[in-house]
């Protein structure tokens, strides 16, 4: 059975940082890629950004340069650094397997905001 759990989001202030974590089992990262997308009430969700099984990274335009994702082959994990975040990257979290969509995990809630 898939699943997917996601950590470490949390509330910080404009320009802080978060280190987000996603251990999947029951699929592997490395044969169909791993993605991190965020949703907000009222939107639909969004691919922020991916890793692919040849460990090429992409981004979306308003991550890309400030969101590092990275893969841990060993551990099937995959983890999202965050900096210079603004309020509206405020959003829930959730990692997934893009080339194998899998159910969706409870994700983990970042807040950015004074």
């Known amino acids: 059975q898939v699943q997917f759990v996601e950590s470490g989001g949390g509330s910080v202030q404009p320009g802080g940082s978060l280190r987000l974590s996603c251990t999947a089992s029951g699929i592997h990262f490395t044969l169909f890629g791993a993605g991190w997308y965020r949703q907000t009430p009222g939107k639909e969700r969004e691919l922020v950004a991916r890793v692919t099984r040849d460990s090429r990274t992409n981004y979306t335009d308003s991550v890309r340069g400030r969101f590092t994702i990275s893969r841990d082959q060993r551990k099937n994990s995959v983890y999202l650094r965050m900096n210079n975040l603004k309020p509206e990257d405020t959003a829930v979290y959730y990692c997934?397997?893009?080339?194998?969509?899998?159910?969706w995990g409870q994700g983990t809630q970042v807040t950015v905001s004074w």
């Open positions: 997934n397997s893009p080339g194998r969509l899998g159910p």
